[in-house]
Each structure stands twice: as C-alpha cells, then as structure tokens.
C-alpha cells in the first residue's frame, strides 16, 4: 500500500490543477508532474493513477486505490468534476479545503505548545531534584537527626526508589509509549483527554467551533461542486473524526431521507446553532446552499482565531500556577527538616 503525507496530496492535486486549468490533458499533467517528482511514494502513486488512466479507469476510480491516503472527499469531489463541476475548479477547490484544514489543525496543536513546555520542565526540575539534590540532603538530615516531617519523607522515598529502578521505569514508560501509540483503543484515550480539557469552558467553546466549521466547511464545499446532499453528509459523517459529530450527520441524512428540509433537520440539533439553520433555509431557498455555508464557514474560521487567543490567554496562566505550586512543594520538603531543627534549638 503506497502512503502519502497530507502535505505531498496537497501538492500534488496542487500541481494537478494548475496545469489542467492551463489546458494540458489529465495524462500529459500527471506525465509531467511524475518526471519532476523526487518522492519515491508518490512518485509511485502517480505512475500507478496513469496506468490505471490507460486502462480506462477514471481519475476518482484510480484515486479509490490510494485510500486512505487520498480520502473520501477528495475522490468524491474528483467524481463530481468529472461528472460535470470542472476538473481544474474542483481540484483547486480541495486544496483550498486541505490547506484550511492544516491550517485549523496547526491553530489547535499550538495549544498544547504552552503546556507542553510547562510540564517537560515540571519533568526536568523533579527529575534532578531527585536523583541529584535529595540525595545530598538524605546525608544532611541523617546528621541533624531530626524527625522528617511526611512531604520530605515522600520525596526522599522516590529519590531512593528513581535510583533504584530508573531501568525499569525508564521501559516502563517506553512500553507505554509504544502502546499507546499502536494500541487500537488510542482513539478512546484520546476521547477521556479531549472530556478533560473539555471541562475548561473557553476549550469547550472552541472544541465546539472547530468541529462545527470542519462539518460546515467539507458539506458547503461538496455542495458547491454539486455532489448530492446525501453523498455530502455521508461523507462529512466519514472524515469528521469524531463519533457524536458523526452521529449528528448520520441523524440529518436519515430526516431528509423522511422528507424533512435540511434546515428543519438541522434545527432538530442542539449542535448546530439558530444563525447557521436560518442561513441553511435562506441558502436552500434562493437555490445556492453550497455558497451561503461557505460564507458561513468562512466567519466562523475568523472566530476561531479569536477564540484561540482566549484559550492561550487563559492555558499560559494555569500552567504556571501549577509549575510554582510543584516546585514550592518540592523546596518546602526540602528545608522543612531546617526548620524544625531551628525550632529544636531555640
């Protein structure tokens, strides 16, 4: 199975777009952007989409092979401008649509940047403390012979027990790592992280945007290339990541298939707000749906960049508190045992 990066599919429906909206034909494009090409996989996926080309198949037939790499949207929207929307229009449109997602991914990953930082050095300060400093202080209290009050003793028993056992913690948390990672219950860690940070009300709010512009921006923009309704939803229900969104998406496609309008079926939803379903019904009556939610989708990415600056504003405070709190705890262990010596001699 050959795999391909998001940003190597990026440009190379990039490529592939600009030179059929030149005029060069979809075999001579994908010649041309093979001979340039210097990466070994795709390289190999274009050379396998031409020969499939010549074998009669169409370019979304070709693409289906290259799943999951090549995704569902991205073969049906291809489907769609073979059928009649434009090749060179729709290829253009989905990388539009990769880059916003990159883009929105990039937002949110720089969440975690803060944290992370924060609590690598929490890591750091109490791993030299102790396997460097408690070690030094072990001989100091045995000198003054004072009762070690329980905070000093806690600290002096991980000291003792990180020496100890540092071979197998240290595999420990390797064999975690390792299974976290091919572990087929990740997706089910990552739901429990995402209900944590979900407590924190301004991540709510912005967990709740991003998903909501993801499921806005993919149905709009399939829309906009005349891929039916229906085949829309499914194929947001398939590539927003996410089981209740999903969920949402599968409930609506069952209430049109019963007869309800898209913005009757919407309203049915907590999930989707009252300004997007009146906009829905405004779209779905003057006959340009696809074109009124990308407008929507597009105020709504504004938002998020607000939204963002709020989380980072309320993320850098909180990590702080919680880096003084854990390095006062660890000095205060440290010179309790000093202070109840002072007192013992005055």
């Not at 090549?70 to 769609?80: K, L, Q």
């Not at 930082?117 to 003054?144: D, H, K, N, R, W």
């Not at 398939?238 to 409930?251: Q, R």
Request: charged share 20%; hydrophobic share 50%.
């Amino acid at each position: 199975m050959i795999t391909l990066k998001k940003q190597e599919v990026i440009g190379f429906v990039h490529s592939l777009s600009s030179m059929i909206d030149a005029g060069i034909t979809l075999p001579d494009s994908l010649k041309a952007i093979e001979i340039k090409e210097s990466n070994v996989n795709l390289k190999k996926a274009i050379n396998q989409t031409r020969a499939d080309l010549e074998e009669g198949f169409t370019l979304s037939q070709s693409f289906k092979k290259l799943r999951p790499s090549i995704s569902e949207f991205i073969i049906n929207m291809v489907y769609a401008g073979e059928q009649g929307a434009g090749l060179s229009s729709v290829l253009s449109r989905v990388v539009t649509h990769l880059e916003k997602e990159i883009e929105l991914k990039k937002k949110i990953k720089g969440l975690y940047t803060y944290p992370i930082i924060v609590l690598s050095l929490c890591a750091g300060i109490i791993l030299f403390l102790l396997l460097a400093v408690m070690p030094t202080f072990e001989v100091v209290y045995e000198q003054i012979g004072v009762e070690l009050p329980l905070p000093t003793r806690f600290l002096l028993s991980s000291s003792d027990i990180m020496r100890t056992f540092w071979w197998a913690i240290i595999g420990g948390m390797g064999l975690g790592f390792l299974g976290l990672k091919f572990s087929k219950k990740k997706r089910i860690l990552i739901q429990g992280l995402r209900l944590v940070m979900l407590k924190v009300k301004v991540l709510r709010e912005l967990f709740y945007l991003v998903m909501l512009a993801k499921f806005v921006r993919t149905f709009s923009d399939m829309l906009i290339c005349n891929v039916p309704v229906i085949k829309s939803l499914r194929i947001v229900e398939k590539v927003i990541n996410d089981d209740e969104i999903s969920g949402y998406a599968a409930d609506v496609i069952e209430q049109i298939k019963a007869g309800e309008s898209i913005s009757h079926a919407f309203s049915k939803n907590s999930f989707f707000p009252p300004i997007m379903i009146q906009m829905t019904d405004v779209g779905e009556k003057s006959g340009n749906l696809g074109e009124v939610l990308d407008r929507y989708a597009i105020g709504m990415e504004k938002d998020i960049d607000i939204m963002t600056k709020k989380a980072v504003m309320v993320i850098e405070p909180l990590f702080s508190i919680l880096l003084a709190f854990i390095v006062g705890f660890i000095a205060l262990s440290i010179y309790l045992p000093m202070f109840d010596m002072m007192k013992a001699t005055h």
